[in-house]
């Protein structure tokens, strides 16, 4: 039995090169995943869908927007900020489930490209999160939503949702790595719903109780939701706090922050599964 | 790969865990074309050392080669050399038996068309070609290992490293991955496998080496060490306690060894060279005496004997 294989290559380019196909077939093992398991594929988008849907009309009725704004123009850009902290969930479980089966020890075990691994994982990923905010987007525009700022500002609103995004991908690959186990994604959902809820995504921050509100101010998810309001030109539960008068600011400050200590985090834990 | 170097070596590896020493000193050589067992129980550092050959984990110091090729200061290379199949099979549940084979085909940088026929062939030869269309959680036991010692398979690497590659498995899946492993050696593959069985490592390996607190305690091929062990064992079990002398008397004869004799279990055992030609020798000759057994039983010597005894020499040298 003779193979042909390419020799391993010293120059840069070539390295690069491969970085970004080996990248790619990670990439492409997940769309597989999706086309493999298209009912769980459509309930995985219909879940955030259905949130949308329940705070829009189960809820709805009851909320009422200080200034006088329509609750679903308020909702939709809480929603959204809300499913991308959830994609934590979505990254840890792929993360963990391929350490503990031994998976991630294989990928490492074969001459790939190791950044390939974190690369592929990312571009899946965001991919998902591209489709999921596609669905929440149509859904929205069904229900009344709409933005009123132009479209590049729109635009810019979707670039803070997946930069939030970014950030939940870089901690669920730590907390994926550090735990290995998928079980554990129960844990992850105990601090994330709270979490998830205790923000300005459904309700202004200044109905809760003072210490809730002032972490619910704090959130990351707030100041996303708070900033893609302003850019869709939704209305929002402005507070008179420099937190709320600062969404833009701190929806590029608090993902850059998670991301600059949890990337470090992940690649040196990755790193280290060979001490 | 020049001939004489070998296919694996491990000189002086060492490897803490806080307190815990998983590789203390383990040297090994694994010839070219060969399949070597190693042989230990659980914690004695045997996932720690294969680990370390196929470059998933760096060693505090020693240095370990295959192929040819450092594992920590050329690891990519060896990586191009080696196979690895885990106690786990480290396959994608979701993708199916081919699309886990391209992937992995594809990650080992074949190209699309060859990553495709690759997968082909190796499905047809672990008789996967049937189910490699369906998800691979869907597959038995013995199947899911199967693709995982193909996916391990697919540079046709010249040393594969198996890590309890039967455990978990119930026989007739064992058997299939037994006939698989030998297959593999049959064409020239050097294999290192590590096992907590004996009986494995007597069916596959050409030699053993038996590690215990990491590091390697007796070596040799399975008969070398089966001498130094001592060998199997014929137990007869008696209807009636009257007998025990002149059945004791009757298995000396026979096996060239002094037969012991347990009077409370109505017991008499001995140790035999040649098993099958005792037993055959024995059973005729119990009953032309007239002695009625309730049990005759070959068997080997468990593995808490074989370490228990490999260990008391060791002591003996050390001491």
């Known amino acids: 039995m003779t193979m042909t294989i390419t020799a391993p290559s010293r120059s840069a380019l070539a390295r690069l090169r491969w970085a970004f196909t080996d990248g790619w077939t990670i990439t492409r093992r997940d769309l597989t995943h999706w086309a493999n398991q298209p009912v769980q594929f459509v309930v995985n988008l219909l879940f955030s869908v259905m949130v949308l849907l329940m705070f829009g009309f189960l809820f709805g009725g009851a909320m009422a927007v200080p200034d006088g704004g329509d609750y679903q123009d308020f909702l939709v850009p809480g929603v959204l900020a809300l499913t991308m902290v959830f994609g934590v969930e979505a990254t840890f479980t792929a993360v963990s489930t391929d350490a503990q089966r031994g998976v991630t020890d294989r990928f490492r075990s074969l001459p790939m490209a190791p950044s390939a691994v974190v690369l592929g994982r990312c571009t899946a990923d965001m991919l998902g999160a591209v489709l999921t905010l596609a669905a929440l987007v149509v859904a929205g525009l069904l229900m009344g939503w709409r933005w009123h700022n132009g479209f590049a500002s729109a635009l810019a609103a ?41 923000s300005n995504a459904f309700v202004a921050p200044a109905t809760m109780p003072a210490w809730l509100g002032s972490i619910a101010e704090w959130n990351p998810l707030s100041a996303t939701a708070a900033a893609t309001r302003e850019l869709f030109g939704n209305p929002g539960w402005g507070g008179e706090g420099w937190l709320a008068q600062h969404p833009l600011l701190l929806a590029l400050l608090w993902p850059a922050a998670l991301i600059a200590v949890f990337c470090p985090l992940a690649i040196r834990r990755y790193r280290n599964l060979s001490r | 790969m020049p001939a004489e170097e070998p296919a694996v070596v491990a000189e002086n590896l060492r490897k803490r865990y806080g307190d815990t020493r998983a590789l203390d000193g383990f040297d090994l050589t694994v010839a070219p ?7 230990g129980p659980n914690g004695a550092g045997k996932t720690t050392a294969v680990r370390v ?30 196979g690895l199949v885990g106690q786990h099979a480290a396959v994608d549940e979701l993708l199916s038996g081919r699309q886990n084979l391209e992937m992995f085909g594809r990650l080992y940088h074949l190209s699309a068309a060859g990553a495709r026929r690759r997968a082909g062939e190796l499905l047809e030869r672990f008789r996967l070609a049937d189910t490699g269309g369906k998800p691979v959680k869907q597959y038995s036991g013995g199947m899911r ?23 978990g498995l119930d026989p007739r899946a064992r058997n299939e991955v037994w006939d698989a492993i030998r297959q593999l050696a049959a064409a020239g593959t050097t294999v290192l496998l590590t096992t907590q069985y004996l009986e494995e490592a007597d069916q596959l390996a050409d030699r053993v080496s038996v590690i215990d607190h990491g590091r390697v305690v007796a070596g040799g091929t399975t008969d070398e060490l089966k001498r130094r062990i001592g060998a199997d064992r014929i137990d007869v079990v008696l209807r009636s306690g009257a007998d025990l002398a002149a059945a004791a008397a009757l298995l000396t004869g026979i096996a060239g060894e002094e037969a012991e004799t347990d009077p409370d279990r109505r017991l008499v055992s001995v140790p035999v060279r040649d098993r099958m030609a005792a037993l055959s020798e024995l059973v005729p000759a119990l009953a032309s005496a007239g002695i009625t057994a309730e049990d005759v039983a070959l068997r080997r010597p468990t593995l808490d004997e074989v370490f228990l005894h490999l260990t008391a020499k060791e002591k003996e040298v050390v001491g």
């Open chain 2, 145 to 167: 290992r199967r693709l995982d010692l193909a996916a391990g398979l697919i540079l046709a690497p010249p040393v594969l490293f198996l890590d309890e590659p039967t455990t």
């Open chain 2, 33 to 39: 074309g060969t399949v070597h067992g190693l042989l």
């Open chain 1, 158 to 198: 979707f670039g803070l949702l997946l930069l939030l995004r970014l950030a939940m991908l870089w901690l669920g690959i730590y907390l994926g790595l550090v735990t290995r186990s998928p079980e554990a994604v129960m844990a992850l959902q105990i601090l994330v719903w709270p979490l998830g809820f205790l």
């Open chain 2, 53 to 82: 050959f196929a470059t998933l984990l760096r060693p505090d110091s020693g240095t370990a080669r295959v192929a040819g090729f450092d594992v920590v200061r050329q690891a990519e290379r060896a990586r191009y050399r080696l």
